[in-house]
């Protein structure tokens, strides 16, 4: 009888373990303490600027883990967020500590680069319709050098989800879901559209 509840004890203990997932998800008010804080970065730049998009901006916080909505459309005339989804980053931005992320500009680096870039013409890729990005800081003025753009993937999931998602070789890749919506956005817009990434 010992061995049999020691045996179940075992059983029960090992499927019960914990499994790695993203942690708890970052409070709300943090998140939108973080936004608000990068958004006046990119208002600055916007100011006087007429080649940009001064109406709507695309955020992505990569202090968040990657199985939350990291990437939004924000509304800076009426302050708030229209929309937001899922976003990989560069396998190379992965370190010994999940979550905890590097960055980088090098080419070949396949780290994805922080910093604010303007979205330019689409174009059809391996990926389908995709999105030319220009790095407008010294961070990522190499994105054109590395091919980094906008585009999405199958492997990018349209839902929260606990686990890590797949990671990119240094682009901002969405879902196709996620992909359409921001399409629209990107295609009825008569300016170039500024997609800010922080940590």
């Given amino acids: 009888m010992k061995i049999f509840n020691l045996t179940l004890f075992f059983i029960v203990s090992f ?5 790695e997932n993203v942690n708890d998800k970052p409070a709300a008010n943090i998140e939108d303490a973080r936004l608000m804080q990068q958004l006046t970065e990119v208002k600055a730049l916007l100011k006087n600027r007429a080649e940009y998009n001064d109406k709507i901006v695309f955020l992505v916080d ?4 990657s199985g939350y909505n990291r ?10 967020i229209l929309d937001k989804g899922l ?7 992965e370190t010994a500590v999940k979550g905890d992320l590097k960055f980088s500009n090098e080419p070949n680096s396949k780290c994805t680069s922080l910093g604010r870039y303007s979205v330019g013409k689409s174009y059809k890729g391996m990926f389908g319709k995709a999105y030319k990005l220009s790095g407008l800081d010294e961070t990522n003025s190499n994105a054109a050098k590395r091919a980094v753009v906008l585009h999405s993937y199958s492997a990018v999931p349209n839902d929260e ?5 797949s990671n990119s070789q240094g682009c901002p890749m969405v879902s196709e879901v996620f992909f359409k919506r921001l399409e629209k956005i990107i295609d009825g817009s008569k300016s170039n559209i500024i997609l800010h ?3």
């Fill in 87 to 93: 976003v990989a980053n560069g396998s190379g931005s």
């Fill in 15 to 19: 499927f019960n373990a914990p499994t």
């Fill in 62 to 65: 990569m202090k968040i883990k």
């Fill in 71 to 80: 990437f939004f459309v924000y509304d800076i005339a009426n302050n708030k």
């Fill in 197 to 199: 990434i922080f940590y």
């Fill in 161 to 165: 989800q606990e686990y890590y998602i």
